[in-house]
């Protein structure tokens, strides 16, 4: 059967609700099935589900803020992303942003992106809320104007709310989310917009998938007659509160599935350029600042590793609780890494060391005057330090390149990780705007030793290096 979700575009929006936690798991469900997934949420859901999960799940920036600089690059970045839509879901809906989408008010990026979808773009929304809010004759009259608007809505189940109460609210399942999502898309026609409206009516008001959403109405009526116990009851009877619960997933979410996996491990990592001294004030260097190089070693801390960070000269502070030793030139960075490297478990090179220096170092400064109108320098090769690693590493131990390469990447990344013995080669393109050098993001494809090849779009550089330490968690076979 055919991948209905494939290279299908996908807005996932989430609202201020303790139900967000379970929005990563259909995000992830959602990429795996090769949807292309972009993430907005409310000020207010940020409280529940962090940025950096979700763009790293997502493979996407994420959508927050209405004037966030990165989605203005776009120009009317909400118009674009709504129009590329195939289909867009809010999903936990929370009470006040059910009164917003159907009164119409825009004021943050979610309800803007709503609003802004093409009469032919499906919009389903989620309710979830406690019980009585959910009652509320205004969020009943909200749902009513938006079904007559055409959303669909998918209704909420009876369970434990987070209150520690027993209704009507709780928002279903990620497996059934999707579900809904792919049952749309295969039923869905992408009419005409003149004759959009009547049709999606249609479909609100008609679509009964099973027999339960048949009763809905009496469901609900039941529901809401039925006692409800009374919050101490409910939390006595139940430990597993809704809040124990957001939290673990948070945590495995963010990594705790491989929480701590490094501990035990010893990773070194060299970042930033080297400087060449062309004579006591001028030097050969390069642009590279180091946020590669120093993320990666904030993420392998996090992970539990014991980390040794060589960086060449730049302008961070190394993080907390991480071995920095400081080198200048491409010769101490080599001395240092070759006299250390034997004794740590993963070792990557993300430094963008010189590849040349000069023959002769000049003391003082050398004067116009005794040059003339041209100075010509003399260079001669650095020591290749990630090839000599690749020579005396042992098996037990991991090797990690980085390639920048301008034309013929791939084919350039396969030819230097073989060359150079390595077991993973992370390749970025001197091509891409806002990534590489200088960037807070990057766009890198990672080569792996199985043949692998796994490219991703322009993601901030600390996600970039979760996804590094996935693979090589992969690779290594502590990805337990």
């Given at each position: 059967m055919a991948n209905i979700l494939k290279n299908k575009r996908i807005i996932v929006g989430i609202t201020g609700s303790i139900a967000a936690y379970k929005i990563p798991y259909l995000v992830r469900e959602l990429v795996k099935n090769e949807a292309i997934v972009n993430v907005v949420l409310t000020p207010s859901a940020k409280n529940f589900v962090t940025e950096i999960t979700l763009a790293n799940l997502s493979r996407n920036p994420v959508i927050c803020e209405m004037f966030d600089l990165n989605a203005q690059k776009g120009g009317a970045w909400h118009i674009h992303l709504a129009h590329e839509a195939d289909l867009m879901i809010i999903a936990p809906c929370s009470a006040s942003t059910l009164s917003k989408l159907a009164s119409g008010l825009c004021d943050n990026s979610l309800t803007t992106i709503a609003t802004a979808l093409p009469l032919n773009v499906p919009l389903l929304v989620a309710p979830a809320m406690d019980s009585t809010m959910f009652e509320s004759p205004a969020t009943q009259r909200n749902i009513n104007i938006l079904k007559s608007d055409g959303v669909i809505i998918i209704p909420p189940e009876e369970g434990e709310l987070s209150s520690g109460l027993v209704g009507i609210g709780r928002l279903p399942e990620p497996d059934i989310l999707l579900e809904k999502i792919i049952d749309v898309l295969e039923k869905w026609n992408y009419t005409d917009k003149k004759t959009f409206n009547e049709q999606k009516l249609e479909k609100a008001t008609t679509e009964t998938p099973n027999e339960k959403d048949k009763n809905y109405e009496q469901r609900l009526k039941e529901a809401l007659e039925k006692n409800i116990p009374s919050l101490a009851d409910s939390v006595e009877k139940d430990k597993w509160s809704a809040e124990l619960e957001f939290t673990n997933l948070k945590r495995k979410l963010s990594g705790d599935k491989n929480y701590m996996s490094l501990a035990g491990k010893k990773v070194l990592i060299s970042a930033g350029p080297t400087i060449e001294k062309i004579d006591d004030v001028r030097y050969i260097s390069n642009f590279s600042s180091g946020k590669m190089g120093y993320a990666l070693a904030e993420v392998a801390k996090d992970l539990g590793a014991e980390v040794l960070l060589v960086s060449g000269p730049v302008n961070i502070t190394a993080p907390e609780n991480v071995n920095l030793i400081k080198v200048t030139s491409a010769q101490e960075m080599f001395e240092t890494i070759l006299s250390n490297f034997s004794n740590y478990d993963i070792i990557i090179m993300s430094a963008a060391v010189a590849d040349y220096t000069p023959a002769e170092k000049t003391e003082g400064k050398i004067k116009k005057k005794a040059t003339g109108d041209k100075l010509i320098l003399e260079l001669k090769s650095t020591n290749d330090i990630l090839a000599e690693i690749g020579k005396n590493k042992t098996n037990s131990q991991f090797l990690v390149g980085f390639?920048?390469?301008?034309?013929?990447?791939?084919?350039?990344?396969?030819?230097?990780?073989?060359?150079?013995?390595?077991?993973?080669?992370?390749?970025?393109?001197?091509?891409?705007?806002?990534?590489?050098?200088?960037?807070?993001?990057?766009?890198?494809?990672?080569?792996?030793?199985?043949?692998?090849?796994?490219?991703?779009?322009?993601?901030?550089?600390?996600?970039?290096?979760?996804?590094?330490?996935?693979?090589?968690?992969?690779?290594?076979g502590n990805n337990q």
């Open positions: 390639a920048l390469e301008s034309e013929n990447e791939i084919q350039n990344g396969w030819i230097k990780m073989k060359e150079k013995n390595c077991d993973m080669m992370v390749v970025n393109s001197a091509n891409v705007p806002d990534s590489g050098f200088g960037s807070d993001d990057n766009t890198i494809t990672v080569l792996r030793k199985d043949g692998k090849e796994i490219s991703y779009q322009k993601l901030p550089k600390k996600i970039c290096s979760l996804e590094i330490f996935k693979n090589i968690l992969e690779l290594t």
